[in-house]
């Protein structure tokens, strides 16, 4: 017989699905912690606290890491990542300055790349997040090893053992999902923490990211306050699917990524695409500045440019015509309507075939 002492506990764990139990467990328990230094996963309450105040102490060796703005961007070259000037000022701001920064900007335009290049330069772990409707604080946090936490029992159970609160819900129990494990990391340098496509999510997960980002701290009821040591570099992405909380904005830094110009794509194509001639290059890089000034339903972007490249690349041609373009299209149009488009304007005009001959 086990003597377990929690009546939460044995609601959670008895319910129908253990695994939504638990989520329930951790919803309906933490209700009411919202002190300055504590974040209320529970209800993602509005209760806006002040912004990390002034700039953070340059933290480990990162100042000597990227001393500057052109170090940064040399080191996201290194890392196969393009980026201009605007950009590489603003990763870096966000760095030196320890504060979140939200990319925006049209769907393949680099946001998500950003962080995992910036990681890449600091050698340091990237650790994501992907948000989608409906996503709950509890799964993007922690949750208990529900499974675990039951044989623990059945096993006392055999053995005549006693089980109380402290010994299931520790941190032998402990599912770190991506926020806390971001919090959690030792270092040497902070892990980058990318939440992506965070306009997905709905405002009340918005409202709990944002008291997590601003105190880098998070309180579970059964451990306790934890302090990130290393508050992470946080890179929040959205393609402006809705306005993100003004609050929100507020605490970060933010930037549009801008598409490229046709210099930088070919560059990024030669890059991403080793293969690729030069003269390649700009011909797709070309091609696709004319495919966006159609009125297409999903205009190209960096992604599709690549993309372009590769299929070149594969069926083995080095000159882009209209009868190659057509070939590929399937790699740069996303919808049959813009086909239609792209055939009315003429592939040889869009392609630039006709000021080549
Ligand atoms: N500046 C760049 N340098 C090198 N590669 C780039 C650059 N910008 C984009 N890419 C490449 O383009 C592709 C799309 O980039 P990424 O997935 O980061 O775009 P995104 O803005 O996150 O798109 P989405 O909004 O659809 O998620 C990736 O293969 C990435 O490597
Ligand atoms: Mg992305």
């Not at 933290?59 to 996201?76: H, K, T, Y």
């Not at 997905?200 to 997960?205: G, S």
């Amino acid at each position: 017989m086990v003597n377990w002492h929690s009546r939460a506990g044995a609601a959670a764990l008895c319910g129908a699905g253990a695994a939504r139990a638990g989520r329930a467990r951790t919803v309906d328990t933490v209700d009411g912690v919202d002190d300055a230094n504590n974040v209320d996963i529970g209800t993602g309450r509005a209760g806006w606290a002040e912004p990390v105040g002034g700039p953070a102490e340059p933290v480990s060796d990162m100042a000597e890491r990227i001393p500057d703005v052109r170090a940064l961007s040399s080191g996201l070259a290194r890392a196969g990542y393009l980026a201009d000037e605007p950009l590489a000022t603003a990763l870096f701001l966000a760095v030196r300055m320890g504060q979140p920064i939200l990319l925006e900007g049209e769907p393949g335009v680099g946001k998500t790349e950003a962080a995992k290049a910036l990681a890449a330069v600091l050698d340091t772990p990237l650790v994501r997040l992907q948000c989608y409707e409906g996503i709950a604080a509890a799964e993007a946090l922690y949750e208990w090893n529900y499974p675990r936490q039951l044989l623990s029992i059945r096993l006392a159970e055999a053995t005549g053992g006693t089980l109380h609160d402290a010994d299931l819900f520790s941190e032998d129990y402990l599912l770190a999902r991506p926020l806390l494990a971001a919090l959690d990391h030792r270092g040497p340098r902070p892990a980058v923490l990318l939440i992506d496509e965070v306009d997905r999510a709905d405002d009340e997960f918005e409202a709990f990211l944002f008291e997590l980002l601003a105190e880098s701290a998070v309180t579970i009821p059964e451990l306790g306050t934890r302090k990130a040591a290393l508050p992470p570099i946080t890179i929040l992405t959205s393609n402006r699917t809705r306005d993100l909380h003004d609050a929100l904005k507020r605490r970060c830094l933010y930037h549009w990524i801008s598409y490229p110009d046709t210099g930088r794509v070919a560059a990024i194509i030669r890059r991403r695409v080793p293969a690729t001639a030069g003269h390649l290059a700009n011909q797709v890089a070309e091609s696709v500045r004319s495919l966006r000034g159609l009125d297409l339903t999903k205009p190209p972007g960096v992604a599709e440019a690549i993309s372009w490249a590769t299929a070149l690349h594969v069926i083995g041609v080095d000159e882009l015509t209209a009868a190659t373009a057509e070939q590929t299209m399937s790699a740069v149009l996303k919808y049959s309507e813009d086909g239609d488009v792209v055939r009315r304007a003429g592939l040889a005009a869009v392609v630039g075939e006709r000021g080549r001959a």
